[in-house]
């Protein structure tokens, strides 16, 4: 019998993760990975209760529990380089960075040492010989997060509820009345929990206020640092109503933030996208069929053309992708296998 050890997160996809890996028969130890607890002004952080109901499911499963404790590793991983792309004036995905770093190395490479043969985790996707696909259920597809998690960790990986949409899970969650079953799902920053960007940010970085320009250079309002800004951004402008702006691009050397009221304008659109920091799980070759997505649950892009270096990656695709914005992540996709992808440039 292997033994899996499975990120019990207080959820119920990691929940229900665990009866079905019960029901085929391996081994389940479950994992409360406890990266984040501290409160911030008007928020309290979740993790004792996520805490909580994790040790519930263990308890109620009669599954061996295990706390791995990675908050000094997630606050260096994670939290230091999402400010550190946000003061650069990116628009990093911690999400991302969090399965890369935490689930996918340190919590497999934790589990190893306690015996593990496998890991699972709740996510909608699914694994076969290290390589991934989307999950099922499309309207919950997590493989886009999962892009840059090692291949090598892959081949250790079961994603146990790939295979069924959230409407399953939910109603096993209920047949056998877990306490998970009604519970709403986490949103917000990966582990810190449903707090906004900007108010997380202001507890770490200092801003002041600067001019908002439109596309024929005029002033148009002012905002309050141009770091809590993206391209694309509609709401959140401070330009006096009337017409509505889109972010185009932001000069953090002079705290400026440039817009648009034109949604054709040609900053908001391009058909190339320049990757860099580039992770494949399988190899690619330039005469296959591709797609690209460049957000969760974006529109799958038609690729026309694909030129990949060691670790960076052109892609043009056939129609105009809206808001390519520096620090979200570019996946690429052959069907539906997910096979990599890169940090826009």
């Not at 994790?54 to 499963?61: D, E, H, P, Q």
């Not at 076969?128 to 597809?141: A, H, M, P, T, W």
Request: negative net charge; hydrophobic residues 35%.
């Amino acid at each position: 019998m292997s033994t899996v050890f499975l990120g019990l997160s207080g959820g119920v996809d990691s929940s229900v993760s665990a009866l079905r890996l019960i029901d085929q028969g391996y081994d389940v130890v479950g994992v409360f990975m406890k990266n984040w607890t501290k409160d911030l002004p008007g928020f309290a952080c979740p993790w004792q209760q996520d805490y909580q109901d994790a040790k519930r499911i263990a308890v109620t499963l009669g599954l061996r529990f295990e706390v791995f404790d990675f908050e000094d590793k997630y606050q260096e991983l994670v939290v230091d380089y999402m400010l550190d792309e946000y003061k650069r004036g990116r628009t990093p995905n911690p999400d991302i960075m969090c399965n890369q770093e935490v689930k996918f190395r340190l919590f497999i490479d934790s589990a190893q040492k306690l015996g593990a043969d496998l890991i699972a985790t709740g996510h909608y996707a699914r694994t076969e010989s290290g390589r991934l696909y989307q999950g099922l259920d499309k309207k919950k597809d997590q493989s886009y997060f999962l892009y840059r998690a090692p291949k090598l960790a892959l081949e250790k990986t079961i994603f146990p509820i790939g295979d069924i949409t959230k409407a399953q899970v939910r109603r096993m969650a209920s047949v056998h009345n877990l306490v998970t079953a009604n519970k709403s799902e986490s949103m917000g920053i990966c582990f810190v929990g449903n707090v906004g960007i900007k108010d997380f940010l202001k507890q770490f970085v200092v801003t002041e206020q600067g001019p908002i320009i439109d596309q024929f250079g005029l002033e148009v309002g002012q905002h309050d640092g141009a770091i809590f800004y993206t391209i694309g951004q509609r709401h959140g402008l401070q330009t006096g109503g009337g017409r509505p702006f889109y972010v185009t691009r932001k000069d953090m050397a002079t705290n400026t933030v440039y817009v648009s009221s034109n949604l054709d304008d040609d900053q908001l659109w391009t058909n190339n996208l320049n990757l860099i920091d580039c992770h494949f799980l399988s190899n690619i070759n330039s005469k296959s069929l591709y797609t690209v997505r460049t957000r969760h649950l974006g529109e799958l892009m038609v690729v026309s053309d694909l030129s990949v270096t060691e670790n960076t990656c052109t892609v043009t695709t056939k129609d105009p992708v809206r808001a390519a914005t520096p620090g979200q992540s570019a996946v690429l996709y052959a069907g539906e296998e997910c096979v990599g992808g890169g940090i826009i440039a």
